[in-house]
């Protein structure tokens, strides 16, 4: 059964870089069965979808958030890990990993079938 667990910091700087890693267990992020995300959820906003990577390494980004954002993976670890820089007060937000099937539909939270519990992340001076 695949797991994901978000670490790293909860409190972020603003203009700093925000870092985060997945670690997977029970599948591997290198198989051909699931794409990896990066989500987010500010307060009382709804889920935002900030990019994934696929199992062969190929990313995908939200278009509004790709000029910084980075999505890669440490294979060996079987874990992969979301860059986001220049983070402002609007990053603050509960970040999720999951995993889908699908390579589109990513924004619907119905589409993905493994979540992370999440974790939140301020980013405050």
């Known amino acids: 059964q695949v797991q994901l667990q978000e670490s790293g910091p909860g409190l972020v700087k603003p203009s700093q870089t925000l870092s985060l890693t997945c670690t997977v267990s029970?599948?591997?992020?290198?198989?051909?069965?699931?794409?990896w995300s990066w989500l987010r959820q500010p307060p009382g906003k709804g889920l935002e979808w900030i990019g994934k990577?696929?199992?062969?390494?190929?990313?995908y980004y939200n278009p509004s958030l790709k000029s910084r954002t980075s999505i890669s993976r440490d294979t060996s670890k079987n874990q992969f890990t979301l860059q986001l820089s220049s983070v402002t007060p609007e990053d603050t937000a509960v970040y999720y990993c999951?995993?889908?099937?699908?390579?589109?539909?990513?924004?619907?939270?119905?589409?993905?079938?493994?979540w992370g519990q999440g974790t939140q992340v301020t980013v405050s001076s």
């Open positions: 029970g599948g591997s992020i290198t198989s051909n069965n699931y794409y």
């Open positions: 990577i696929g199992y062969s390494g190929n990313t």
């Open positions: 999951a995993a889908s099937r699908y390579r589109g539909a990513s924004w619907q939270s119905e589409s993905y079938h493994y």
